[in-house]
C-alpha cells in the first residue's frame, strides 16, 4: 500500500482542502490466495486518514466473472456516497454496471446513491457523459461538445429523430 499512499499524500497536498479527493480501487482481484475485502477495508482507512473523500470500489476481474452481474432492484454498481445511510461514512454498492442515463438518474433522484461513477460503460461509449446529458434533455443542441464535432451532430440528430437513437440504434416500433 506504501506507493498508492504516498501518491495520495502528494497529491492531497496540492489540492485545495475544499476540493474532493476520489479514487478508484479493485477492492476483489478474484484469486483465492489474492487481494481481498479484508484488504481494501484496511486500504480504505487509510485513505481516510489521508484525506481521500471519496473510494470508488471495482472488482479487478483478474480471475472468474467478478463483473457484469445483474441489477438488483433497488441498488446499483458505481453508486457512491460520502456519507452512508446509517452515518458510517460509506455505502455499499449492489454490483451491476449502469447503462442508461435515466437509470442512473432513478438511483440519484431516489437518494440511492450520491453520484455515479461510470466504468465499463465509458469503455464502449466514451462520450457516455455528453450523451446521457442529451438523452436528458441537457444540452440538447450540442453546446458543451467542441465546435468541430458539435455542428454535426446537431444536424446529424435531426436526420434520426423518429427512427433512431442518438448513438444510432434503429428504434424499434410495435
Given at each position: 500500500m506504501r506507493l498508492p499512499l504516498e501518491i495520495v499524500e502528494a497529491v492531497r497536498r496540492e489540492m485545495p482542502a475544499s476540493m474532493p479527493l476520489f479514487l478508484r480501487v479493485s477492492s476483489v482481484d478474484g484469486t483465492q490466495e489474492g487481494w481481498n475485502m479484508d484488504d481494501t477495508v484496511a486500504f480504505a482507512r487509510e485513505l481516510k486518514v489521508?484525506?481521500?473523500?471519496?473510494?470508488?470500489?471495482?472488482?479487478?476481474?483478474?480471475?472468474?466473472?467478478?463483473?457484469?452481474?445483474?441489477?438488483?432492484?433497488v441498488s446499483a454498481s458505481r453508486c457512491l456516497s460520502r456519507n452512508g445511510p446509517s452515518g458510517s461514512g460509506h455505502r455499499h454498492d449492489g454490483g451491476c454496471i449502469i447503462l442508461e442515463a435515466q437509470q442512473a438518474e432513478t438511483i440519484l433522484e431516489k437518494g440511492q446513491a450520491d453520484l455515479i461513477a461510470v466504468g465499463r460503460q465509458s469503455q464502449y461509449n466514451p462520450n457516455i457523459a455528453h450523451h446521457w446529458a442529451h438523452d436528458l434533455g441537457i444540452n440538447r443542441r450540442f453546446e458543451d461538445w467542441s465546435p468541430e464535432y458539435g455542428w454535426w451532430l446537431e444536424k446529424r440528430i435531426k436526420t434520426l429523430e423518429g427512427f433512431a437513437t442518438l448513438t444510432g440504434a434503429v428504434i424499434r416500433r410495435s
Open positions: 489521508r484525506g481521500v473523500d471519496v473510494i470508488d470500489c471495482s472488482s479487478g476481474g483478474i480471475s472468474g466473472a467478478a463483473t457484469a452481474r445483474k441489477c438488483r432492484a
